[in-house]
């Protein structure tokens, strides 16, 4: 049996739940997941920073009805996507 990545196993199970768009901003520790997403048939939208990243998987969220996703990487990336889940949540 093949070996499976963590990058391919999040990005089939985010395929799984309905997911049809990835938006972000790749970093080094990130770009695989932005790879195995492509792969899975998740379309990868680039960013300039992670909070308009965030910002669009709400609206798409919201858009289709399905939820999206945001890649940042850790650390201040994640601080500045979360604006964008928090008005998700809201």
Do not use: W
């Not at 790749?26 to 300039?48: C, D, H, L, S, T």
């Not at 858009?63 to 889940?85: D, E, F, K, M, Y």
């Amino acid at each position: 049996m093949g070996k499976i990545t963590g990058a391919t196993l999040m990005a089939r199970s985010l395929k799984q739940q309905g997911v049809d768009y990835m938006f972000g901003v790749v970093g080094f520790p990130v770009i695989p997941i932005a790879y195995a997403a492509e792969a899975e048939g998740i379309i990868y939208v680039a960013m300039r920073n992670e909070q308009s990243a965030s910002y669009a998987a709400q609206a798409a969220g919201y858009l289709t009805g399905r939820p999206q996703a945001c890649l940042v990487v850790s650390g201040p990336g994640v601080i500045n996507g979360l604006a964008g889940l928090a008005n998700a949540q809201a």
